[in-house]
């Protein structure tokens, strides 16, 4: 319902304030990985350069599958972005309990 947009809307405009990335197709890549697209998630778990940017927006948005395949795959968690926000600061500040959980 209402909370679980407003938990996106909210992870979105931190994430996007908290991203190092300001290029719009690392949040392309990890939005369509999160839906299934099988050579963004491939890319994502192999983007080496690009694994932290993809965990702090994965962390934002909430994407609590993709960030444990992520985990699995070896990228850390304990990244920052913009300001010296975490990807688990990000995860927090939008509410998404799973991922911190995790």
């Given at each position: 319902g209402s909370d679980k947009l407003n938990s996106i809307i909210r992870g979105a405009i931190i994430g996007a304030r908290n991203s190092g990335s300001d290029d719009d197709s690392d949040v392309s890549i990890v939005v369509n990985a999160a839906c299934g697209d099988p050579e963004a998630h491939n890319l994502v778990l192999e983007a080496s350069p690009y694994v932290g940017e993809c965990m702090l927006i994965?962390?934002?948005?909430?994407?609590a599958q993709?960030?444990?395949d992520m985990l699995r795959?070896?990228?850390?968690?304990?990244v920052?972005?913009?300001?010296?926000?975490?990807?688990l600061m990000d995860a927090s500040y939008g509410g998404h309990w799973m991922i911190v959980k995790h």
């Open positions: 994965s962390c934002a948005l909430g994407f993709l960030v444990k795959s070896g990228a850390q968690v304990n920052t972005g913009k300001n010296g926000v975490t990807a």
